[in-house]
């Protein structure tokens, strides 16, 4: 309840200075995201290749060289393992970010260099590993999904299958909610495209149990947005 009273907070703080100044600006934009887990601060093997989708309102001011950007994202990545002793793992993730920024936006001609950067909260609204295992009767796939304890398989499969998942049926090892940093650079096209990459920095440990580790999400994306 908090955090959705500072967003609404800082939406309203925007929107009062991007009228007063008349240099309110709206943009949407979708790009690439390239995700990379790291455990006890190593990297693990496999990253997570995905798409994200923003809409953004930035309030400028000081003759629209400093703003602040209040957005909502949706991301979708994926990943496949083919290494795991148990068969092919696919894991999917799909959230939806709310980053806050302060930008920077130095007039070149009809460009503009970019420079940004703040904080952001995130929210998993669906995560899934889905396994594709050797069963009596041939392939099975077994899905897990890590956010809403659930799992779900295509066929009936045994008890022993299971096991070998060494899975806790039941419970959750992953929060649901990230956050951490961001930063990030771009170009403006006039006043009507932004290309643009950012880096963000998860600070929080996606284990619910610290006895597991630390697990962090970190992620790079380019994006292109429309301005108007």
Known sequence: ????????????????????????????????????????????EQPFDGFTAELGYTARFMKRM??????????????????????????QE?????PLRM????????????????????????????YQLDGP??????????LQNLISTDDEVTGEILD??????GESLFRRHDYGLLAGAGIRVRNSLMVSAEYRH????????AGEGELRRNSVNVKLSFLF
Do not use: W
Request: proline content about 2%; glycine content about 12%.
């Open 202 to 209: 998860g600070l929080c440990n996606r284990y619910k149990d």
């Open 103 to 130: 930008i920077i936006d130095l007039p070149v001609n009809d460009f503009g260099l970019i420079a940004l950067g703040g904080a952001y909260a995130s929210y998993g609204i669906s995560g899934m590993h889905c």
């Open 1 to 44: 309840m908090k955090k959705t009273a500072l967003a609404g907070l800082l939406f309203l703080i925007c929107f009062a200075l991007g009228e007063k100044t008349a240099h309110a600006q709206f943009s949407i934009g979708a790009g690439y995201e390239y995700t990379q887990f790291s455990l006890n601060g190593d990297r693990h």
């Open 66 to 91: 400093l703003g602040i950007n209040l957005g909502a994202a949706y991301s979708f990545s994926t990943r496949t393992n083919g290494k795991t002793p148990i068969g092919v793992q696919t894991t």
């Open 164 to 169: 070998n998942m060494d899975l806790v049926i």
């Open 94 to 98: 799909q959230a939806v970010t709310i």
């Open 137 to 146: 009767d041939g392939k099975v796939t077994v899905r897990y999904d890590y």
